[in-house]
Structures are given as C-alpha cells and as structure tokens.
C-alpha cells in the first residue's frame, strides 16, 4: 500500500510506474470485483480509467474521518455517480456551515463539513478550550472544506 497526501493522475501514475507490482496486462485480476477509495478525493475522469482498466463491477468513494470513527459516507454499491460520497453511515448527521461558523450554508455554496456523532474524539480532549473550539453546536468541525 503506497499512502500520499493527495493524488493527482500524473502523481498516481508516477507511483505505479516505479512501484507498481502487477502487471494489468498479463496478470489476471477478474476476480477484483469492487474498490472503495478514501482519504482524499479521486477526479472522476481517473476513477472511469481505473473501472475499464480493472474491468471492475464497482468502483466507489467513501468520505472518513479518523475522529468521527472511519467511514463517515460510502456510496451504494454499483453507484455510476463516481465523483460521489454517497450517503451517511447510521448515526451520523452532517451539516456545512459557514467558515465563520454562523449559517448553514445553502447547496452549492463553500462551507466546512460539521459531523454529529456520539463517539467523536478529539486529540485535545484533556484541554476543555481546545475541545470547545472543536465544535459548534455539538457538531465536531471536520476542516474539511466542501
């Protein structure tokens, strides 16, 4: 498993070409149904290469985070929309809110994702000043920018 920080198609090329370990020409991998992705996003113009590439039934993309307990949205299996996160897992609540952190915002306006979850932890939990400032509203601010 190679992990980067973000994957551009150029990088991600890159990266197989020097570490790559199977060959997709001459290997056999029709037994490679379904890949979930996450940690960063995947452009949809490489996850469509990847699918016909890899020949595969399923290809999507979940949104986690650490804090919140892993998986935070998975995409239904077979889901055709690649450049989605599909849906919340159970028992999780999301909202996008302003930067200044007064309004939800509308669709399609720029806003950090909030999640509300039982189990949120945060690595400041021994500083009740840091814990606030992690959340509004009982909502945990992800930093993740939509």
Known sequence: MIV???QYPRQV???IKKWKDVNLEKDDLES?????TSGAPIGETTMQLCK???KLQDLRQAYSITKAGGIC???P???EILKSVGILM???RFKVMDFGMKETCMPRQLGQILI???HVETPAHKNPEQVKAAFVSEFFKTGTVV
Do not use: F, M
């Open 4 to 6: 980067t920080p973000e």
């Open 13 to 15: 090329i890159d990266i």
């Open 32 to 36: 490679l149904k379904s890949i979930v």
């Open 52 to 54: 016909k590439r890899l």
């Open 73 to 75: 949205s998975l995409a």
């Open 77 to 79: 299996y077979g889901q």
């Open 90 to 92: 159970p028992g999780l």
């Open 116 to 118: 509300h979850h039982s």
